[in-house]
């Protein structure tokens, strides 16, 4: 069984820059033909995708978040992670984590997170 969590501070002030960790046990992420997502939900609006990490290491982000996103991983603690710089409040909402085993970022997810609230406020 694979189960993710993230972490990371619910509160963050416009300007800075959120940083979120997905903890992941059960199965590794650099394992062949998965894929780490980070997705998120504003409050009463739908998900949005924001990027993902691949097993190899490679990334890709959502055209509108690209400029500010930054995803990265530490295989020795197999966990992800994700920064996103100069937040507004319009960045407040659910934070997950998700596997994906394709780079179709319209596809399926198999495996979720809890979710983390992340609130931009001054």
């Known amino acids: 069984q694979v189960q993710l969590q993230e972490s990371g501070p619910g509160l963050v002030k416009p300007s800075q820059t959120l940083s979120l960790t997905c903890s992941v046990s059960?199965?590794?992420?650099?394992?062949?033909?998965?894929?780490w997502n980070w997705i998120r939900q504003p409050p009463g609006k739908g998900l949005e995708w924001i990027g993902f990490?691949?097993?190899?290491?490679?990334?890709r982000y959502s055209p509108s978040l690209k400029s500010r996103t930054s995803i990265s991983r530490d295989t020795s603690k197999n966990q992800f992670t994700l920064q996103l710089r100069s937040v507004t409040p319009e960045d407040t909402g659910m934070y997950y984590c998700?596997?994906?085993?394709?780079?179709?970022?319209?596809?399926?997810?198999?495996?979720w997170g809890q979710g983390t609230q992340v609130t931009v406020s001054s």
């Open positions: 059960g199965g590794s992420i650099t394992t062949t033909d998965y894929y």
């Open positions: 998700a596997r994906r085993e394709t780079t179709d970022v319209t596809g399926s997810v198999d495996y």
């Open positions: 990490i691949a097993y190899s290491g490679s990334t």
